[in-house]
T-cell receptor
Framework: KNQVEQSPQSLIILEGKNCTLQCNYTVSPFSNLRWYKQDTGRGPVSLTIMTFSENTKSNGRYTATLDADTKQSSLHITASQLSDSASYIC??????????FGAGTILRVKS | GAVVSQHPSWVICKSGTSVKIECRSLDFQATTMFWYRQFPKQSLMLMAT?????????EQGVEKDKFLINHASLTLSTLTVTSAHPEDSSFYIC?????????????FGPGTRLTVT
């Protein structure tokens, strides 16, 4: 069964701290893995997209890693800011552009 | 990234009425558009996939007669919720993809909050 599992479900950190979100998937055939940030009441915004051959990709303070062998990915946020408070969704794309969504990790950054 | 807009951003309607939501890709021609529904604290659920000029493909459990999708042009898709009921209240999000240079990407709209009273 094609599934994407994310952990933790929610997370609270202090402003300025780093954090890492996890994503495990059992999706086949694999095309690419994406991380999205979704603010409350808004549509998802793409942070990174990684194909099978990519191990890491950065977008500013966001760094995503992918281990295609173990089918795991992580999103590392450096020097968190209050504006990072959002839901972070791991999405795996199957060939044919069918997306399988994780449930998301709700991150709250507090001062 | 590409820009996808939705209109309206929120709508309140009475039970039994129909509501139309528009999704536009503003800076590229989207051969494929997707419609999602998201309930509070849940992730996005794909409702249907539509290719320009052809009938939409609905996911299992989604009533095609209730959720009418039209993708008449490469920049516009509409979702009409017919005879809306309170249980249809949700956050509806579209995404656009396809085209010559964006075949694998999906760009999401900002979403439409539907409340049925």
């Amino acid at each position: 069964k094609n599934q994407v599992e994310q952990s933790p479900q929610s997370l609270i950190i202090l402003e300025g701290k780093n954090c890492t979100l996890q994503c495990n998937y059992t999706v086949s055939p694999f095309s690419n893995l994406r991380w999205y940030k979704q603010d409350t009441g808004r549509g998802p915004v793409s942070l990174t997209i990684m194909t099978f051959s990519e191990n890491t990709k950065s977008n500013g303070r966001y760094t995503a890693t992918l281990d295609a062998d173990t089918k795991q990915s992580s999103l590392h946020i450096t020097a968190s800011q209050l504006s990072d408070s959002a839901s972070y969704i791991c999405v795996v794309s199957r060939y044919g552009n069918k997306l399988v969504f994780g449930a998301g990790t709700i991150l709250r950054v507090k001062s | 990234g590409a820009v996808v807009s939705q209109h309206p951003s929120w709508v309140i309607c009475k039970s039994g009425t129909s509501v139309k939501i528009e999704c536009r890709s503003l800076d590229f021609q989207a051969t494929t558009m997707f419609w999602y529904r998201q309930f509070p604290k849940q992730s996005l659920m794909l409702m249907a996939t539509s290719n320009e000029g052809s009938k939409a493909t609905y996911e299992q459990g989604v009533e095609k007669d209730k959720f009418l999708i039209n993708h008449a042009s490469l920049t516009l898709s509409t979702l009409t919720v017919t005879s809306a009921h309170p249980e249809d209240s949700s956050f509806y999000i579209c995404s656009a993809g396809g085209g010559r240079t964006r075949s694998y990407e999906q760009y999401f709209g900002p979403g439409t909050r539907l409340t049925v009273t």
